[in-house]
């Protein structure tokens, strides 16, 4: 346990007993190393820290106010010139501008995106491998379907990894805004 673990924690444990004057003198030594926020952090890990400085003002302890250097000392930087977030900005669009898409190497890499995505789907997914068993079994002779019956699982992944590189294309392009099923399936992160 750290220095800062053990005064906080002696703290916490003076103003649950009421011995707050005792807990203020620790309190006010200990602010020569530590700042205030740093202690009720220490002191209660089960709790949030501004729930342990609710606590210990409740018991009359007196704290810093929230806005001293006591309290926090690092705080938030100098707010942004209109000046610097032009600049950020235009630092952005130009990097955009240097950053897009050869499209040569676009075309190279819808095919081979296309046969990576068919690959997983029929090594990887149970659909793949259901329709690899049905056309084994056709091929065998156990059982006496129609090709097109026996394959239709790997069909399908042929239909569905077609479109979805497609899809791919056209949002890496900045054709397409992603879909309602991407949107859907993010849970609680909507536009």
Same mark, same amino acid.
């Given at each position: *346990?750290?220095?800062?673990?053990?005064? !906080?924690?002696?703290?916490?444990?003076?103003?649950? %007993?009421?011995?707050?004057?005792?807990?203020?003198?620790?309190?006010?030594?200990? =602010?020569?190393?530590?700042?205030?926020?740093?202690?009720? *952090?220490? %002191?209660?890990?089960?709790?949030? &820290?501004?729930?342990?400085?609710? !606590?210990?003002? #409740?018991?009359?302890?007196?704290?810093? !106010?929230?806005?001293?250097?006591?309290?926090?000392?690092?705080?938030?930087?100098?707010?942004?010139?209109?000046?610097?977030? #032009?600049?950020?900005?235009?630092?952005?669009?130009?990097? *955009?501008?240097?950053?897009?898409?050869?499209?040569? *190497?676009?075309?190279?890499?819808?095919?081979?995106?296309?046969? =990576? &995505?068919?690959?997983?789907?029929?090594?990887?997914?149970?659909?793949?491998? &259901?329709?690899?068993?049905?056309?084994?079994?056709?091929?065998?002779?156990?059982?006496?379907?129609?090709?097109?019956? %026996? %394959?239709?699982? =790997?069909?399908?992944?042929?239909?569905?990894?077609?479109?979805?590189?497609?899809?791919?294309?056209?949002?890496?392009?900045? =054709?397409?805004?992603?879909?309602?099923? &991407?949107?859907?399936?993010?849970?609680?992160?909507?536009?």
């Amino acid at each position: *346990m750290s220095e800062c673990e053990e005064i !906080a924690t002696t703290i916490n444990r003076l103003v649950k %007993a009421g011995y707050i004057a005792k807990a203020q003198e620790l309190l006010e030594l200990s =602010l020569d190393d530590y700042f205030v926020l740093q202690l009720p *952090m220490s %002191a209660d890990k089960k709790v949030n &820290a501004y729930t342990t400085i609710a !606590a210990w003002k #409740k018991a009359g302890l007196r704290l810093p !106010a929230e806005d001293t250097e006591e309290f926090y000392p690092y705080r938030d930087s100098p707010s942004v010139t209109e000046e610097q977030l #032009k600049t950020e900005v235009d630092k952005l669009k130009e990097k *955009m501008r240097t950053s897009t898409m050869n499209p040569v *190497m676009f075309l190279i890499q819808l095919p081979l995106r296309f046969i =990576l &995505a068919l690959i997983s789907f029929t090594f990887g997914g149970w659909i793949g491998r &259901a329709g690899i068993a049905l056309v084994l079994l056709k091929v065998i002779g156990d059982i006496h379907w129609q090709w097109w019956v %026996a %394959a239709l699982p =790997l069909e399908y992944g042929v239909i569905y990894c077609l479109y979805m590189t497609i899809d791919g294309a056209l949002y890496r392009a900045g =054709l397409k805004d992603v879909g309602g099923y &991407a949107r859907f399936t993010q849970g609680g992160r909507r536009n």
